[in-house]
């Protein structure tokens, strides 16, 4: 009987540690104590191109200052740029640099473009899965033409719920701010199964600061002033997160 008691103990015992070591490793995980900045493009790559300015040299400037603020604030948050120079990267380095980091959380800094040139505003991305694409194949045998059709599956996520909660958080939080601090048009949150943002248990967003093809908003893109707004913007939001409001 007694070794029986011994033994139940023991094992509520190791249940019990399990439990708590899980509910720690959630709550642990809702801290930032790493920040993970991309600045989009770079190097080769401009990404879009306003009629003066290229994207790469916007998305750099805003990430510099964003973690700059941030910086200054909590000097207890580590810092990793994906780049900290105007150098091309693929999208499979950026998330290396994130992941061998740990980072808590990862924030990628984009510019717009559109065909029409007044569409304006910002817009802030978060993961989801893709669909399943139909594409119908069309071969010729002995002068007869014959459809296949062939189903593409999906990309599976394999980011956890908790990661994907948060994201959308702080995607909400940024795309409110630029309306409620510097009055911006807001598009929304937008989810796309962006190659950037599928990280797996990392909370990752994606935001477009502004269109380059809006010659209005070209030249709030490139002005100084524009830059520390939609940084300071970006800022409020993480710190908003980072206080769970
Ligand atoms: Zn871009």
Redesign the pocket.
Known sequence: MKIILLLSFILFNIFAQDIYAQKKKVKSFSKVKILAIDA??GGLDN??SGKKIK?KTI?FAVSQLLGNMIKKKYPNIKIVYTRTKDQYLSIDQRVQTAHQAKADLLISI???HENSRKVKGTETFIFAEGKPTRIVIETKKKGKKKKTIKIIPAAKSPKNKIALKRSEDLAKKIELEYVKQIKRNSRGVKKRPLKILRISKMPAVLT?LGFLSNSEEEVYLSSKKGQEQLAKTIFTAFEQYLKGK
């Open positions: 989009g493009h990404g879009c994207e998305n984009h510019t717009n477009e």
